[in-house]
C-alpha cells in the first residue's frame, strides 16, 4: 500500500521546506483559487483602491453571472473529458430566437402577454435543439466533441446572423417588452434577479454532479469509459445529457445578456468563448476529463472577472487584457498538470 | 558441435518471488530450440533477461563462446540477438525500407541527409532473402501480417542477426502463411543462424524445432531432442505439479434450473453456433487459448460486443440485443479480464467502485445518493471480502495490490446478488493467497445458488473448480468434459491440439 505523499510529508520526521510543503498542500486544497483571488485583490488593492467599493464588487457581480451559468455547463461537458466550443453560438443563437419570438416589432407573440414567458421557452429550446445536435453527433456518430463543437459553432454562429435579417432590417432586433428587462435590473430582496438565477442554477448543478446517480456517471464517464459501461452506466446517454446541459445552460445566459442588452444581437456571445473555458480550467477542473467540481467553476469565473476588472481599472488595453488572460490561463492549464502529478500518489 | 548460445543456472525473481530457479539451455548454431511452458513457467522473464531488458541475479550466458551480460537491449542487439515479437514493432505509416533503418539511416555522404539508394539496395536483398516479393517503398499498412512478420526477419538479418528469438510467431497467420514462416526459418538453420522458437502451439514447435525445453515454475522441468518430446510427453511435463490443495472442497451440488441457455450464438471470424448451458450453483469452465473466442463469448453474452445471430436466454427470459445495462438488470454480473481498464475506475475510492454497478440500491428520490449507507455497505463489502483496509472511503482503488483490487471488483457484483456470474481471469496477476480467497469467494457464490462461467488460461484452475469444462477453439465449442476427475493433457490438447495453429497465444 502507497502512503499519500501528503500524508508521509505530514508525518515525517524529516521534511522538505515547510514553506513549499504548505505551498504544496495548498495547490491541492479546494479553495486554492478563491484563496488566490483574495491575494490577488489584495496584491492589486493599492494600485486600484475602486476594486474593494460596493460599486466595482457588483459590477463584478453581475458581469459574472451569464458567464459563470455557461461555464457550469461546460463544467459537465469537460467533466466526460468532451469540450463544447459551440457555446458562444448557442447563446447569439438563443438571443435572436427569443428577440424575434418578443419582439414588439413584428415577433411571433410581440405584443401579446405570452411575449416574454414564449421567448424565454423558445430560447430554452433553442439551446436544448443545438446541444441535443452535439451529443448526438458525438454518442451516434462517434465524432469528436472538438470537430463537432466547432462546426456548430461556425454554423449557428452564422446561423444566427441570417435569422435577424428575416426578422429586422438592422444588425439585430429591438423593441423587446418592458418587463423582460426586469430580469437584468430588478432585485428580489435586495439581490439582483441574475444572481438568484444564476446561484440557483449553480447550487442544482452542485447537488446534481456530488450527490446525485446522474453526477457519479458523469465522474465515471470522464474517468473511464469502458469501465463506466461494463458497470451498467448509461455511457451514451450521460454524454448526451451533459450536452443538453450545456445547450441550456448557454441559452439561460442569453436571457440574462438580452434581458441587459435590450435587444437581441447576433454577436452577442461571441467574445466569451475564452473566458468560459478558461474560467472552468482556472477553477481546476481536468481537461482530461473525470475531474471537476461546480465549486471551482464558481472561484475560476471570479478569478477571471477579478483579473479582467482590475486590468480594465488599470488602463490596461484589450491587447494587454488578453496577453495576461492567455498567460494565466495557461498557468492554470500547468497547475493543472502539476497537480495531477503530485496526484499521483493520492 | 559448437554452441551459440549457453544458459546456464539463470535465476530470478521479482518484489521476494523467484520465477527462475537455475535454468540452463543451450542454442546451437543452424538449430532451432523450441522452448515451451505455461503462462508463468519463466519463458517470458528468460528471454527478458536475453534481450538485456532484465539483469539476472545469477546464473551466466555465453554467446559463442564469449562472455553475454547485456545492460540493455541495445546490447543484444549488437550482440546480434533479434526478437520478434508476437505484435509486431513496425511503423505502420512508414514503408518497408524505413522500418528496416529507421535508428540508423545511413548519411549521404556524411551529410545529414538520408541515403536513399544506399537502403534500397540493402533493402532489397534481405527481402530477397526472406522470399518476400514488394518494393521497399511500400508503406507497411498495406501488408498483411504474415509479409510484416517477414519484414520483422527481414530487419533482423539488415542488422546481422545470429540468434533470432520467434515469440509465438504464427498468432495471427492464416495456414499457407505459417508454412511459409517456417520455410524461411529453415532457410535461416540453413545460414547457419540460431532459433529460439516459443509457442503454445506444440504443433508448431515439433515442426521447426531440433530440440526442446520445457519450463514449469520458473524450473526447466525437462530438455531433450525434439525425437524425444512427443506432444504428451511435453503437456505432461508443463502441468506436472499436482492438483493443490488450494483449491476449497465444493459442499453443494449444481441445481436443475439453467440460469443461462445460450444458443448458436455466431458472428463471423469470432464465434461459430456457441451453445451452451449453465445450472443455478454450477461452475462451467471455458478452456481455450488467448483469441479462441473465449473471452469473445463472454463480451458477447454480456452485450460488450455485437453478434450476428443466436439467442441468450437469462433464467428463462430471453436477452435480447444485450447492452451491459440489459446484461445487469437480468442478473448477469462480468468480471472482465482486464481489471485497470474496464474492472475499476482506478481513480476512484474503493466506495465509490463498490456501489458503481448498483447505484441505484444507495440512492433516494431525484437520484440523490445516500453516502452513509454508500459507505457502510462499502465497509461491510470489504470485511466479508477480507480487504486489506478498511478506509473504504479514503483509499483509491489503485494504490491496492491487485489481489485486493480483484476483491473490489468481486465485491462490487456481489452486491448486485447475480444470478449468473462471468469470470474472465479471475486470478490473473494476483498472488496465491489472494487466488484461494477468491476461490472461496466463487464456491461460496455457487452455494448461494448462482451459475459460474469461469474463464481461464490456467488449466488447473479450471480443473480444480468447475463442475463442467469446454473448450473453445476459432471460435467453436470442440470438446466438452463432463465428470470428474478431468483429464487435463486431453483438455490442453482439445484446447491447443489439432487446430493449434490457428489461435495459439501466450
Redesign the interface.
Known sequence: MTITPVAETATGATQPPSVLRRLGRLMLSEYFVLVLCVAYVLAIAPFVPEILSWEVASNILSDMMPLLVVAIGQTFVLIIAGIDLSVTAIVSMSAVVGASVMTGTGGYLGDTAFAVPGAVLAMLFTGLVIGAINGFSVIRLNMPSFIVTLATRMFFAGAAVWYVTFHSTSSSIANLPESFAEFATGHLFGIPLTVIAAGLIAVVAHVVLSRTRFGRAVYAVGANPRAARVSGIPVERTILFCFLISGVCASVAATIYVSRMQTGSPIVGENILLDVIGAVVIGGTSLFGGKGKIVWTVFGVLFLLLLDTSMKLLGASLFAIYIIKGGVILLAALVDVARNRWLVGR | MSTLLEVSGLTKSFFGVTVLHGVDFVVRPGEALGLVGENGSGKSTSMNILGGVHRPEAGTMRLDGQAYAPQNPKDAISAGIAFIHQELNLFPNLSVEENLFVDAFPRWNGLPFIDRRAIRAQTEAVLHEVDLDIRPSTPVARLSQGERQLVEIAKALSRKARLIIFDEPTTSLTRPEVDRLFGIIAKLKARGIGIIYISHALEDVLAVCDSIAVLRDGHLAGAGPASEMPIGRMISLMVGRSIDTIYPDRQTAPGKQVVLAVEALSQPGVAEKISLEVRAGEIVGLAGLMGSGRSELARMI?G?DRFASGTIRVNGQPLDDPT??K???AGIA?L?EDRR????????TIA?NTV??S??SV?GP????D?KRIASVSREMGRSMHL??DKVEET?VK???GGNQQKVVIG?WLRREPTLFILDEPTRGIDVGAKQEVYRIINALTARGSGVLLISSEIEELIGLSDRILTISRGEIVAEFNNRPFDREAIMAAATGQRAWEGASA
Open positions: 454480456f460488450l451491459p445495462e446484461a445487469i438488470e462480468f472482465t481498464g474496464e474492472g475499476l475506475l482506478m481513480d476512484f465509490e458503481i454497478a447505484l441505484d440512492a431525484l437520484g440523490i445518493l453516502n486489506s483496509t483509491r494504490h491496492l495490490s462490487k
